[in-house]
T-cell receptor
Framework: EAEVAQSPRYKITEKSQAVAFWCDPISGHATLYWYRQILGQGPELLVQFQDESVVDDSQLPKDRFSAERLKGVDSTLKIQPAELGDSAMYLC??????????????FGEGSRLTVL | DQQVKQNSPSLSVQEGRISILNCDYTNSMFDYFLWYKKYPAEGPTFLISISSIKDKNEDGRFTVFLNKSAKHLSLHIVPSQPGDSAVYFCAASEGGYSTLTFGKGTMLLVSP
């Protein structure tokens, strides 16, 4: 069964360090999303890509976060410098053509970040 | 300002009984509503959805009810099974291709 792959599963870092997360969506999925889920909260969208283009990054803290999907396939989310408040689960999701309203949104297992 | 609210952080139910999870929303432009299920250390998985033109959608043991006038939806699980124990997120979007807005989740515990 096709899955969204994410790595690393777990990352512990000290504040002010750089951290990066990688995501490989389901093959053929044009739309890719990065969500952040803080403990006790629901997932919140950070950035959405359509192929290699950013569609929505309005909630991405651009002073420290960056995201790219250079060839329109896999994607990297970077945080530099990491802050204590960045501790969260970072979820990548993909969709064939973005029709999320009917459930066509598939999540990876997430990358758990702990900032000390 | 939370547009999707799940006011019950947790719910405990006995195996075989009905589980009812509730969700309220404030944005009248939402027209697609979904429920996602999340096990620990896993990503959320889609469970069931409903569009605003319907008031009920069933899939096996899972039924979602939508009350547009009250801006309220609920997920019914009948009968509940221990394997249903998970966090359930309500989500909504304005149009089928728009960003999903999630609630904070309700942790369901089904005991044998």
């Amino acid at each position: 069964e096709a899955e969204v792959a994410q790595s690393p599963r777990y990352k512990i870092t000290e504040k002010s360090q750089a951290v990066a997360f990688w995501c490989d969506p389901i093959s053929g999925h044009a739309t890719l999303y990065w969500y952040r889920q803080i403990l006790g909260q629901g997932p919140e969208l950070l950035v959405q890509f359509q192929d290699e283009s950013v569609v929505d990054d309005s909630q991405l803290p651009k002073d420290r976060f960056s995201a790219e999907r250079l060839k329109g396939v896999d994607s990297t989310l970077k945080i530099q410098p990491a802050e204590l408040g960045d501790s969260a689960m970072y979820l990548c999701a993909s969709s064939l053509q973005g029709q999320v309203g009917t459930g066509e949104l598939f999540f990876g297992e997430g990358s758990r970040l702990t900032v000390l | 300002d939370q547009q999707v609210k799940q006011n019950s952080p947790s719910l405990s139910v006995q195996e075989g009984r009905i589980s009812i999870l509730n969700c309220d929303y404030t944005n009248s432009m939402f027209d697609y509503f979904l429920w996602y299920k999340k096990y620990p250390a896993e990503g959320p998985t889609f469970l069931i959805s409903i569009s605003s033109i319907k008031d009920k959608n069933e899939d096996g043991r899972f039924t979602v009810f939508l009350n547009k006038s009250a801006k309220h939806l609920s997920l019914h699980i009948v009968p509940s099974q221990p394997g249903d124990s998970a966090v359930y997120f309500c989500a909504a979007s304005e149009g089928g291709y728009s960003t999903l807005t999630f609630g904070k989740g309700t942790m369901l515990l089904v005991s044998p």
